[in-house]
C-alpha cells in the first residue's frame, strides 16, 4: 500500500526492485520498465542539481502529455524542488503569469509552444534555461544523458510540496495549489479502495497533466505499480482505440470527451470488456451522452467530484448507482464521499452545519488538502479553515443517505467541457474595452460543452457594441475556451443594495427547465 511509503520517491524505488523488468509507461509507442524509469528519474534529479536548483525551488513544463513532465514529477519529489505545470490552453500573457508567479527557474516547452515562449522570453525574469522537450528540436534528452543517475534522496517532509498545479480563483489571476506526498498518496490510497487498482492494473492517462485529471490519475497508477498509457492528446478516436487494444482496465475522462467517443465510427463494435472503472466528471453530463455512454460502456461508469485543492476527487457515484432504475435520481447527485474523505454542508456565511436536504457550501476534510496557494496566504486562509476544512465554493445539498447535489457554484466558477472558466477573469479584460462601460459574465447551457460563459454588457455613452469584435478582444488577452461564446446587452445590470451584480437573476432566463449542476 502507497499510504505505508512516506514519498514518491521510496515508492518508485519499490517497484523498481519488486518488478524492475515490468512496464511502467507506454507512450507512443515506446514502453519503459520500472527500472528505466527510475534511472531516467534519478539522472533528471542529477541534472536538476547541477542546473543549481535546491529544495523549494521550481521548474515549470508547458507542452502537451509527454513522459517528461511525469519524470520532472517523480524527479522534484526525490530532489525537493515541485513542478509547476503550465494549462498549455493559456494565452500568452496568462502564460507569463503563472510561469512568473511559481518563479520557475527552469521551462520545459514543447515544440507547438516554442514560438510563443520565444515571444514572451524576456518577460520571463526568473527562468534561467529553456530546454525544449520532443520534436527536431529537442534538448531534453541530452539534458538527461550528460548525467549519471543521482541516488540522492531529499528527505522529504509529508508536506512538502512536489507538484503545483493552478487553479484560479475568484480575483481573476490562477493560484498555484502545492500538492504534498501527504495529499498525493492519500488521494491515491482513497481511490484506489473503491476503484480496486492494483498492480496489474492497465490506466490510461488521456487527460492533460496540468490538470488533477491527469498528473493525480498517473502518480495513482505510480502508488500501485500499475501500467500507464499515456496520450499524448485527448483525442477520442485513439482513446476508444486505446481502450480496446491495450485493454485498459481504468480510465478518467470528461464528459465533453465520452459524447465525442460515443460518436466515434464503429465504436459500437469495439470490445471494452477489460474496462473496470470509467471516471468521468469535471462538467455536467448531458442525459443523453450518459444513456449512450452506459449502453456502451455497462457496468463501469463512476460518476466523480473532485478538485484541484483536495489533489482529486472527493466523491464518486458508482456503477450500482447508474444502473439501478429504482435510483435514478441519484444521476444528477456527485455520489457519496470516496474513503478517507470528510463532507458536509455549512453555511457559507456562518460556517454552521445545514440541516439534511437544505442548501449550503459543500466543505471537505481529509488528508489529501492541498498543502495551500503558492505565495499566498491570505487565499489559503480563506480556503481552509483552523481545523482543517476546505471551503469548495461549491453550493449543494446532502440527502439523508449521504448523496451530495451540486446545485451552484457560490464562487460564479463555469464548468466547460471540464475547464474551470472564473467570470472575474473575462469580466477583468472586459472592463478595458472602450465600448462597455459595465459587464457581468454568466455560465449558459450549451449542449457539447455542458454550459458556456456569456458576457452581458452595458455600453458606454454613446457607443455600440460589436459581439464580434467584443469576443475577439478576448482572444487576444485571454485562451479561447475562457472567452463568451455570445454577447447580450442590457440597458444597466441588477444589483443588489450593497452593489453586488445579482448574477443568479441573470442566469435565471437561460437555466429555466434546466439542471444546472456541477459533476
Known amino acids: 500500500m502507497p499510504s505505508q511509503l512516506a514519498d514518491f520517491t521510496a515508492i518508485l524505488t519499490r517497484w523498481e526492485h519488486e518488478h524492475p523488468d515490468a512496464p511502467a509507461l507506454t507512450y507512443a509507442g515506446t514502453t519503459r520498465s520500472w527500472s528505466e524509469l527510475a534511472r531516467r528519474v534519478r ?74 515562449v520565444a515571444q514572451v522570453r524576456e518577460k520571463l525574469p526568473s527562468v534561467e534555461q529553456v530546454i525544449h522537450v520532443g520534436g527536431e528540436a529537442d534538448e ?17 517532509a509529508p508536506d512538502d510540496s512536489f507538484v503545483q498545479l493552478y487553479t484560479s480563483g475568484t480575483t481573476g489571476f490562477p493560484k498555484g495549489a502545492m500538492l504534498t506526498h501527504r495529499s498525493m498518496l492519500a488521494h491515491s490510497a482513497n481511490v484506489a479502495v473503491d476503484f480496486h487498482l492494483d498492480g496489474d492494473s492497465r490506466v490510461q492517462v488521456a487527460m492533460p497533466l496540468f490538470h488533477v485529471g491527469g ?12 501500467h500507464i498509457f499515456m496520450l499524448r492528446m485527448p483525442d477520442p478516436a485513439a482513446i476508444a482505440e486505446g481502450l480496446e487494444s491495450q485493454r485498459i482496465t481504468h480510465t478518467f475522462l470528461v464528459p465533453a470527451l465520452l459524447a465525442a467517443i460515443t460518436q466515434v465510427p464503429g465504436v459500437a463494435e469495439r470490445d471494452f470488456s477489460s474496462l473496470q472503472a470509467l471516471s468521468y466528471g469535471a462538467s455536467p453530463m448531458p442525459l443523453p451522452v450518459m444513456r449512450a455512454c452506459l449502453k456502451l460502456f455497462p457496468g463501469v461508469m463512476h460518476q466523480v467530484y473532485g478538485m484541484t485543492e483536495a489533489s482529486g476527487m472527493v466523491t464518486a457515484l458508482g456503477p450500482a448507482d447508474h444502473d439501478d432504475p429504482a435510483v435514478a435520481h441519484r444521476l444528477v447527485s ?54 482543517g476544512w476546505l471551503r469548495s465554493g461549491d453550493g449543494a445539498h446532502m440527502d439523508a443517505d449521504g448523496y451530495v447535489y451540486i446545485t451552484d457554484r457560490i464562487k460564479d466558477m463555469v464548468i466547460s467541457g471540464g475547464e474551470n472558466i472564473y467570470p472575474a477573469e473575462i469580466e477583468r479584460v472586459l472592463a478595458e474595452h472602450p465600448s462597455i462601460v459595465d459587464v457581468a459574465v454568466i455560465g449558459v447551457p450549451d449542449e457539447r460543452w455542458g454550459e458556456v460563459p456569456k458576457a452581458i454588457v452595458v455600453p458606454a455613452d454613446g ?40 448574477k443568479k437573476q441573470l442566469r435565471a432566463p437561460y437555466w429555466e427547465g434546466k439542471e444546472r449542476r456541477v459533476v
Open 43 to 116: 539522472q533528471n534529479a542529477a541534472a536538476q542539481r547541477a542546473a543549481g536548483l535546491v529544495p523549494g525551488d521550481r521548474v515549470a513544463v508547458l507542452d502537451l502529455n509527454h513522459p517528461s513532465c511525469l519524470e520532472l514529477t517523480l524527479a522534484c519529489a526525490q530532489v525537493g524542488t515541485a513542478n509547476a505545470v503550465v494549462n498549455f490552453r493559456l494565452a500568452p500573457p496568462e502564460i507569463v503569469y503563472v510561469v512568473n508567479d511559481a518563479k520557475a527557474r527552469v521551462l520545459f516547452v514543447g515544440p507547438e509552444f516554442a514560438a510563443a
Open 140 to 156: 531534453y534528452e541530452a539534458w538527461l544523458a550528460a548525467h549519471e543517475p543521482d541516488p540522492e534522496v531529499h528527505p522529504a
Open 215 to 226: 498528473t493525480s490519475y498517473a502518480l495513482l497508477a505510480i502508488s500501485y505499480g500499475a
Open 334 to 387: 456527485a455520489g457519496t464521499p470516496i474513503h478517507g474523505v470528510e463532507i458536509e454542508i455549512r453555511d457559507p456565511a456562518t460556517g454552521a452545519p445545514v440541516p439534511t436536504g437544505e442548501p449550503g457550501e459543500i466543505w471537505v476534510r481529509g488528508e489529501q488538502l492541498m498543502g495551500g496557494y503558492w505565495g499566498k496566504p491570505d487565499a489559503t486562509a480563506a480556503a481552509i479553515t483552523p481545523d
Open 463 to 502: 457607443a455600440t457594441v460589436d459581439a464580434d469584435a467584443l469576443i475577439a478582444y478576448c482572444r487576444e488577452h485571454l485562451a479561447a475556451f475562457k472567452c463568451p461564446k455570445s454577447v447580450d446587452v442590457l440597458d444597466e445590470l441588477p444589483r443588489n443594495l450593497t452593489g453586488k451584480v445579482l
